[in-house]
Nanobody, 123 residues
Framework: QVQLVESGGGLVQAGGSLRLSCAASGRTLSSYHMGWFRQGPGKEREFVAAISRSGGLTSFGDSVKGRFTISRDNAKNTVYLQMNSLKPEDTGVYYC????????????????WGQGTQVTVSS
């Protein structure tokens, strides 16, 4: 089992940047495919980004392609989401997720979730 704790959320103006971190404990991060999801006010949960166990493969939701990047440091047991050129529609609670055996994507249901971190982008 793995525990996930997100950090780095906050309030930023449109066009700005934030970097979210997801720290894992309990088991080594390298055992898991990792991803980020978000849920905006009044919206359904949305896939944001994913990264394979080794970090060699990444994928992104259409709404963040070209603006967000995902990376991981398995030695630090941490996954990062770099968010650039933020827009008001990026506002929401961002959740880190881990999957033991399946790569994470829009149609997958990860095994573990963090508690979320709030990102608010003002116009």
């Amino acid at each position: 089992q793995v525990q996930l704790v997100e950090s780095g959320g906050g309030l930023v103006q449109a066009g700005g940047s934030l970097r979210l971190s997801c720290a894992a404990s309990g088991r080594t991060l390298s055992s898991y495919h990792m991803g980020w999801f978000r849920q905006g006010p009044g919206k359904e949960r949305e896939f944001v980004a994913a990264i394979s166990r080794s970090g060699g493969l990444t994928s992104f939701g259409d709404s963040v392609k070209g603006r967000f990047t995902i990376s991981r440091d398995n030695a630090k047991n941490t996954v990062y989401l770099q968010m650039n050129s933020l827009k008001p529609e990026d506002t929401g609670v961002y959740y880190c997720a881990a999957s033991r055996f399946r790569t994470i994507g829009a149609d997958t249901d990860p095994d573990y979730w963090g508690q979320g971190t709030q990102v608010t982008v003002s116009s």
